[in-house]
């Protein structure tokens, strides 16, 4: 099936079967798993993952694939709906969700995000982003890339940075490289509202990125609360703390509700 890859979609279509197969063999699926897939498109990947397990899903966008993916995987859970706006509460319902996609870059943050915000109905995701955000995904403390986004995924997630994948391997081809991903989501032992809250002191942490804790934090929603009662260095820059220390200030934050 030829389809001309939409830009509003983000769309680049994978085209090596080689990168794929190793994609799949990271997905690894089991028969009992629940597997997820966010945007099949052309069903590259889903060639490789069908028929691997008793519940498979999809969630795809983009109508002018639809009828073609019901024809080839007939047996496939497909939903043709945005994934931003899909409940992965009843998909779930058959056990914890073993999610896998080529994501578009220009929503990327949002789709982990949901992940995040759903972490308890999700066992592990195999993702395939821009390099860059990778590297910043799995950016370790004290370097340049180590941001919000790697010390909130630190905290849900173990990450691993599987490969590199060219750009030549993409039609249309992209401006920069990909990587595969995989995260492993925690057993998290806070309830919703410290993980809710742990977001939001991350955040406002590495908001002023330049300048020190203090000076980030009374510049935040959190500008009434004194997390000098938290035993941090509040001299310290965002980047100089471990994800312990950010709970620690999440415990800070709960006590100023």
Known sequence: MHV???????????ADKNIIGKIAAEVNPLPEDNILEIGPGLGSLTEFLYGKSDNFTAVEIDTRVIDDLRSRFPNLNLINDDFLKTDLAPIARAGKLKVAGNIPYNVTSPIIFKLIENNSLVSDAVLMVQLEVAQRMNAQMGIKDYGIFAVILKYFTEVTLCFKISRNVFFPRPNVDSALVHLHFRQIDQDKEFQKKFIQVVKASFGNRRKTLKNSLSNSIFAGNDFSISGIDLSKRAEQLTVD????LTNTALQFK
Do not use: A, E, S
């Open 4 to 14: 001309k890859p939409l830009k509003k979609f983000g769309q680049n279509y994978l």
């Open 245 to 248: 220390d950010f709970m620690i």
